[in-house]
């Protein structure tokens, strides 16, 4: 029998290279992690580790069973999460992935109400960006990932069930004294000479493809994920921007305007789960008070 423990092992040494390393991410020692390989090896009936000197890499049957890993694991952790919520969500847990005008805005007003609901269920968040919050939740690292996208890719999430939240429009924001502010709306063109801050990496490339398509290349002089940094960056005369609503919502704007930006761009910003997951009652309520959160 292939054991879940087992699996975790496998999957924390093909990600990080080594028994060592593998031992740390886990929290345990070395001997045990090479026992537990040694176990699951016995259990397959095959190698699934080559060992060269330092260097250790999957056999074709190990790289199978990681391949597989991410969706045993998450099966399992939804059927224990569905029979720990067996008594009315009086137990649970959830992990939740968002970004960070997400964590600011979002997310506090929805854990609150959880927490009224469900005092029970504990939530625990950390923050990644897209597509890097979407990796995490294929791989088992977390049971909501809260993430955006700019125009629907094809297939981008096919596999995982969607929670639409908002629709969160690019706001403009000029320094103070700026010939274009108190401006009804600014033509993004109008910009074109302008040093631009720019955001997280998909707000950049999108920047640049909508500079584009109104036919010009933005010059970023400035980049940071950070946006209070992209604030005080203008607000000190050093550029112009655009940021997602929700970035403003938590932050003021010292010594920066914002105008409203044609053509309008807006992201779209979800939740999304593992469909195994999302019949977690713990997991369910956490959609449904984000999907509140967000129409407020």
């Not at 990080?16 to 593998?22: K, Y």
């Not at 059927?79 to 997400?102: D, K």
């Not at 950049?204 to 994920?225: K, M, N, W, Y």
Request: aromatic content about 4%; overall charge negative; hydrophobic content about 45%.
């Amino acid at each position: 029998m292939i054991e879940a423990r087992h699996l975790r092992v496998l999957r924390a040494v093909a990600t990080t290279g080594s028994f060592s390393a593998a031992a740390r991410d886990l929290g345990c020692t070395q001997p045990a992690v090479s026992q537990q390989m040694k176990a699951l090896e016995s259990s397959a009936g095959t190698p699934l580790l080559i060992r060269t000197g330092r260097e250790m890499r999957l056999t074709q049957a190990g790289e199978a069973l990681v391949r597989h890993a991410s969706g045993i694991l998450a099966g399992l952790t939804a059927a224990e999460e569905e029979v720990a919520a067996i008594a009315g969500l009086r137990a649970g847990r959830v992990r939740l992935v968002s970004f960070p005008s997400g964590s600011s805005t979002l997310v506090p007003g929805a854990l609150a109400a959880l927490r009224a609901e469900h005092p029970g269920t504990r939530v625990s968040l950390v923050e990644a960006e897209p597509p890097r919050s979407v990796e995490m939740l294929r791989d088992g690292d977390c049971d909501i990932a809260l993430a955006f996208r700019y125009g629907a890719t094809g297939g981008e999430w096919d596999d995982l069930v969607v929670r639409p939240l908002l629709s969160d429009r690019l706001i403009g924001l000029v320094p103070e004294g700026h010939r274009l502010a108190g401006a009804d709306a600014v033509g993004i063109e109008d910009l074109a000479d302008e040093p631009w801050i720019a955001g997280c990496p998909r707000c950049r490339r999108q920047l640049v493809e909508v500079c584009e398509a109104s036919g010009f290349t933005p010059r970023i002089d400035f980049a940071t994920d950070d946006y209070p940094a992209v604030i005080g960056l203008v607000g000190a005369g050093l550029g112009v921007a655009v940021l997602p609503g929700l970035a403003l919502e938590s932050v003021r704007p010292k010594g920066a305007l914002t105008v409203t930006v044609e053509p309008a761009v807006e992201r779209e910003v979800v939740a999304l789960t593992l469909p195994d997951l999302a019949r977690v009652p713990a997991v369910e309520a956490t959609l449904d008070q984000l999907a509140r959160a967000a129409s407020r």
